[in-house]
């Protein structure tokens, strides 16, 4: 049986230590600029029930879905102030 790590791939032979360097060196960067991204992003998502005004603490540009909502406060916008006030219902 073929070690599938060290089988030929276009004719090269691609050894253990060639992919652990381009993860190393390529992947593991891109990975970690992703992660970063998304972490920024996932801190303006919010949901749960309730208004969330007086109660939600979030930066000015986050959204929040209503579980508990109907339309006309389904979605609400943290549009000013500082910790969990400065909330508009939007959808």
């Known amino acids: 049986m073929?070690?599938?790590i060290?089988?030929?791939l276009s004719s090269r032979a691609v050894l253990k230590s060639d992919m652990?360097?381009?993860v190393n060196r390529e992947l593991?960067?891109?990975v970690e600029r992703i992660r970063i991204a998304l972490s920024g992003m996932l801190g303006l998502l919010k949901s749960g029930e309730g208004d969330p005004e007086g109660v939600?603490?979030?930066s000015?540009?986050?959204l929040y879905q209503r579980t508990d909502g109907a339309?006309?406060?389904l979605v609400y916008s943290?549009?000013?102030g500082d910790g969990a006030t400065g909330w508009v219902a939007v959808l």
Request: proline content about 12%; hydrophobic content about 30%; cysteine-free.
């Open 60 to 62: 000015v540009g986050a």
């Open 2 to 4: 073929v070690d599938p």
């Open 6 to 8: 060290n089988r030929k």
């Open 78 to 80: 943290k549009q000013s």
């Open 71 to 73: 339309p006309g406060n």
């Open 20 to 22: 652990e360097e381009f």
């Open 28 to 30: 593991t960067p891109v």
């Open 56 to 58: 939600v603490t979030a």
